[in-house]
């Protein structure tokens, strides 16, 4: 069987992301310029660790988005031909080299790493994004106002919080429940709450000047129910936004799982910061609660809520290797890191190097957003 | 000098890189005689705090020391290995910190970190008879059941009496030189006195050198034998007490003993003014419920005040003063009492009545870094309020604005963070932002209390022309019996939740009639000393030259 040299490999590697190389000079080019301008962000210059988190994070970023300029074979291509080949093997009929080897079925190991990135990608921060948005609009009441209302909701975070989390994705994942509208329910109160936070803040802002206020709603609910449609019930009047049930039913577990967390800290953070003298002179001016937490209280918990949320992406990402590890939600052809780990992990013995591309891939992604937010902290304790 | 026991040469600390000047200490000489107590004298900033830290070879980090020496006992103490400066630290040179309760370890009972001491630096002294000697020790800091003491813990003794535990270890080895970091300055006035008379009487018993740092010229005419100006890293002036408090020769000091505000109060109310008050108080009272019982925090605060007055609230901390303003804001809300602001009585108010009427009573806060919302520029702060009151977005502009200048802070801090102002521009925003209500009643809570003498003098100022030119009625709250001379119409001092003494400034100052206040006025540092003063037009003067030479530099 014809193959390349390790050499060849890595120089092969490297040509192929050449879209990623080119990417990361221009944006590192881009924030160094704009350093002074980009606040936290520009600051990470003054951490090793945290230029090492970014440029790992950024990596995948691009890899995800010139996905199809990158890869080498369709990532659903099989070749019952070269089935579990060692790195390097040379499709002779194609000319090209399976640069990490094959796995079972005879798919490219390169290329599906580089489109399981896609999936990664997609999910992690959007779900993250939701679970901030549940978190904080339900957080900085219970944080701000207290009383019963905090009392129940923390319950019930402490209840979500000591369940396994493993045994919950059963219960939520599974194939039966997909069929339910269990998994519409959940969306559907989740994507409420992104449109109910907007509208707090503007309400907030601009509750005195109804010019301003009304035209801004309207904006808001419009654009709210359009992706609502499109999201939760999968029927978008346009056709445009859609998304794959099996997906929604994991967006919706992994949001639910995460909030509870998110809320915690946020709800922490406002019990600190409620106590601030800025806070007591906006509360003597006369604003209304609302305006004090979404504008006195929140941007300055920003600093360990930026951190926070590069950590919660990296629970998340490994969150989508366990449930594809265990088959659950995603397609059984995916090319998701965690499914590669399970459709690869009985063929060690044989093809060492086998399980290593998605294995590595995921411990860099959130390897990279660890040391990250380890980067930010350090430059928002400075603040 | 001849009997100097310690010899600082030609000391230079650089700072980091990026700070607002290269040195923390730039070229500083100074002898300090044996037996003496020095003080040195300056504002925050000003370098005296990292001087003395180079005195026991212990600089921050982040600071360097580039050149000098500090010659003790025939050697240099930056040029001591570790273990030699561990038997010097503690035993020969002692030091004394700003608070006490966090120079006291909370975990281990108070006792036994004085005999920790005695067991690192005395080991003739058997374990069995350390108690004994920490016993002693204790009861020559005149500290009540020293036994009880010995075996609590740092939180469960008092400010004053923690600053006496920390005065007994670090007089446990009987040092040569003890270093004393502002150790007054966390504590109350009357705590203030006493721990300033024992470390008097100490010295007479321990003969030692002290070396105290303060910023409070008070203080110094209390203790110190010589002085020490710094400013700006350097040694401005030099020389005994008197010398130095009375006949200034350097133009800074000058300037900083002009700063300090008289024990003599300047106003005096027209007791006879029938118009309508600005604001009535009557019968406030504050219960905290606790596990334990209760506690009244404000026991039956009662007065009047009109347009354009001023009442000064004195008092120690825990007396109930700042419970008095958050009650009156309604930041907390009485337990009985009523508060009414012209003719409205403010405390029935609730929900959009009382969102409404806040911007008649507004406050300006303490603290001149945690009052600004670092988040958002100074304009949008003096707008906000502005616009709530159904101002258009150009009109509040314009008011913005004109606030700004007439806090003395032009049209550039419009669009700046709180980040880049110092803490007398910060107050002034928080002035400003008060006045941005067109309140008839402002509630000022300790508000000059954390700014440099200077700086507050200008607030003062300040407040005092915007006063005549707003005519609202100023409720002050201050611990420093100083201030509250220079601003107040009337002045009510409190002890225990309870306004134990009403009266005219003068009245209060002149005739008091409680005890507590009599305690109080004695125990203010330095009233025995009349600063000499500058006329306006000298102090003016001599501020554009510093300002001159310190652009040249």
Known sequence: MESISTFEIWLTFFKQLWPVWLALAITFTAIYQWRARLGVLGRIFDSPVGIVGLLIVLFWVFSA????????????????????????????????????????????????????????????????????????????????????????????????????????????????????????????????????FALMVVYSRFAERLRVLIPSSIIILAIGAWLYSGL???????????????????????????SPGVFRIVRGLTMDIRTRDYVAAAVTRGENPLFVMIWEILPNARGPLIVDSCLRIGYVTILLGTLGFFGLGMEPESPDWGSMINQTRSYIRLVPTIVLPATLALASFVLGLNLLADGLREQSLKD | MSDAILEIRDLSISLPKNAD??????DVNLDVAKGEILCIVGESGSGKSVMTSAILNDVPDTLNITSGSVEFDGQDILKLSQIQLNKLRGARIS?????????????????????????????????????????????????PTPERIYASYAHQVSGGQCQRIVIAM?????PD???????????????????????????????????????????VTDIADRVVVMCQGKIIEEGLKEEVLMTPKEPYTKLLVDAMPLLETKRTPDQSRVDDPSVIVNEL?????????????????????????????????????????????RLEEPTSGSVSIGQENFLSLSGRGLIASRKKIQMIFQDPFGSLNPSQTVGFMLMRGLELQGVDTIEAKDRAIELLQQVGLGEQAFKRKPRNFSGGQRQRIGIARALSMGPDVIVADECVSALDLSVQKQVLLLLNDLQKTYQMAIIFITHDLRVAAQVSDYITVMEKGKMVEFGTASDVFNQPKHEYTKRLLEAAPGRDWHPPRLSAEEAAEIAKSLEESSLEQ
Do not use: W
Request: contains cysteine; charged residues 20%; positive net charge.
């Open chain 1, 65 to 196: 988005i010139f996905a199809d300029i990158i890869v080498l074979f369709d990532s659903l291509e099989q070749s019952g031909l070269y089935r579990r080949k060692p790195p390097g093997t040379m499709n002779v009929a194609r000319g090209i080299p399976y640069i990490f080897g094959t796995d079972t079925l005879g798919r490219d190991l390169f290329s599906r790493m580089i489109y399981g990135s896609q999936i990664v990608l997609l999910i992690a921060p959007a779900a993250s994004l939701v679970a901030y948005v549940v978190g904080i609009t339900l957080g900085l009441p219970a944080g701000y106002i207290g009383g019963k209302f905090d009392t129940v909701l923390s319950f019930l975070a402490n209840l979500v919080l000591a369940f396994p989390v493993i045994l919950l994705f059963y219960l939520l994942v599974a194939p039966g429940i997909r069929e339910t509208i269990l998994p519409n329910i959940m969306a559907g109160v989740f994507f409420i709450f992104p449109i109910l």
């Open chain 1, 232 to 258: 939760v019930f999968n029927a978008d009047p346009l056709g445009i936004v859609a998304i794959d049930p099996g997906e929604l039913n994991i967006f919706a577990a992994v949001v639910f799982t995460t």
């Open chain 2, 21 to 26: 000047r290269k040195y923390a200490v730039k």
């Open chain 2, 95 to 143: 030091m004394i910190y700003q608070e006490p309760m966090a120079a006291l370890n909370p975990s281990i009972r108070v006792g036994k970190q004085v005999d920790e001491v005695f067991a690192l630096h005395r080991p003739e002294i058997k374990s069995k008879d350390r108690k004994g000697e920490t016993l002693k020790l204790l009861n020559q800091m005149k500290l």
């Open chain 2, 170 to 174: 670090a007089l446990a080895c009987n």
């Open chain 2, 177 to 219: 030189i003890l270093i004393a970091d502002e150790p007054t300055t966390a504590l109350d006035v009357t705590t203030q006195a006493e721990i300033l008379r024992l470390i008097s009487d100490l010295k007479e018993v321990y003969k030692n050198t002290i070396i105290f740092i303060t910023h409070d010229f008070g203080v």
């Open chain 2, 285 to 329: 009272h504050k219960i905290y419920k606790t596990r334990t019982g209760q506690v009244h925090a404000l026991n039956d605060a009662s007065f009047v005040l009109r347009k354009g007055e001023t009442l000064g609230v004195v008092g120690e901390s825990g007396s109930g003063k700042s419970t008095l303003a958050k009650t009156l804001i």
